[in-house]
């Protein structure tokens, strides 16, 4: 078993290099000992987001359906044939993940299957699913089991969690319209989207950020140095996005260079020393 699932797990950590190197470097700084169960978490959430995102031309529904049946069906029986799966459940009866995070993730993809726009009351639903969670996921991993830490330091997870993913909702927001047809922000008209508008997201975002960050500097020593890393990087790109007009980035995905990111790591681990 040993061996089964440590290939399960490098099957994980193949599809998070593949899929994330700013994810993946700042796992890399986890201590060893959180590396693999955080490749288990990423490689669920991933392919549960490919299916809504890419399989196009099959019966998303029915793969997201029977997504969710097998994944209940292996933390049950604590076995699974996909190694995604398997890494996962090995992680989520390891931590005792709560199994309401889990199904509270999976509504959210299933969100993207039905809604095209959102309005307040369902952003905030698909924000504290589809990324809340799983800073609550991986908080449970970084406290191992310490639930009184894990109390502690839930406000601020969520926090940072909403925040990377309103990034992203920025980064992607060409992609998401032009090609999904979807608009996130609530009571936001894209083909009138104004600097005005941009800021007072930008400006939500800061604050989610400011909160999360306060989280990042409690967390044990071992998880601290990877979370602030992945910090750094999305707040480059939310840097870049502000510096960036509206009008630009619905015609552009903003981008961080490998170099660039490069340089960032080394940067965030000498600050790190200093403010961690």
């Given amino acids: 078993m040993k061996l089964y699932n440590n290939t399960c797990f490098e099957c994980s950590k193949l599809i998070t290099n593949k899929y994330s190197t700013s994810f993946s470097q700042g796992i890399n700084a986890f201590d060893r000992s959180l590396r693999y169960p955080i490749y288990g978490i990423y490689g669920f959430v991933r392919y549960a987001d490919e299916i809504v995102d890419t399989f196009h031309g099959y019966d998303q529904q029915q793969l997201i359906g029977d997504f969710k049946e097998q994944t209940f069906k292996a933390i049950e029986q604590r076995i699974g044939l996909n190694p995604v799966l398997q890494s996962f459940q090995l992680v989520v009866n390891e931590y005792e993940i709560d199994h309401k995070l889990i199904h509270d993730f999976l509504k959210s993809m299933e969100m993207d299957l039905e809604r095209k726009t959102f309005d307040g009351r369902e952003y905030k639903a698909y924000i504290y699913g589809s990324a809340e969670v799983i800073g609550l996921m991986c908080l ?3 406290c191992k089991n310490d639930n009184a830490l894990y109390t502690q330091l839930m406000p601020s997870a969520r926090k940072l969690g909403a925040a990377l993913q309103k990034i992203n909702f920025l980064r992607d927001i060409k992609a998401d319209y ?12 894209l083909d009138n989207f104004s600097d005005q508008v941009k800021k007072q997201i930008e400006a939500d975002i800061e604050k989610d950020l400011a909160e999360g960050f306060n989280g990042i500097r409690k967390l044990p020593k071992g998880a601290r140095l990877g979370v602030y890393i992945a910090y750094t990087y999305y707040r480059q790109v939310l840097k870049k996005i502000s510096k960036t007009p509206a009008n630009v980035i619905l015609r552009k995905r903003i981008r961080i260079s490998d170099v660039a990111k490069s340089v960032l ?3 965030a681990v000498l600050k790190a020393k200093l403010i961690l």
């Fill in 178 to 189: 032009q090609e999904r047809g979807r608009i996130y922000f609530p009571d936001t008209d």
């Fill in 265 to 267: 790591f080394f940067k």
């Fill in 140 to 142: 449970r991993v970084f």
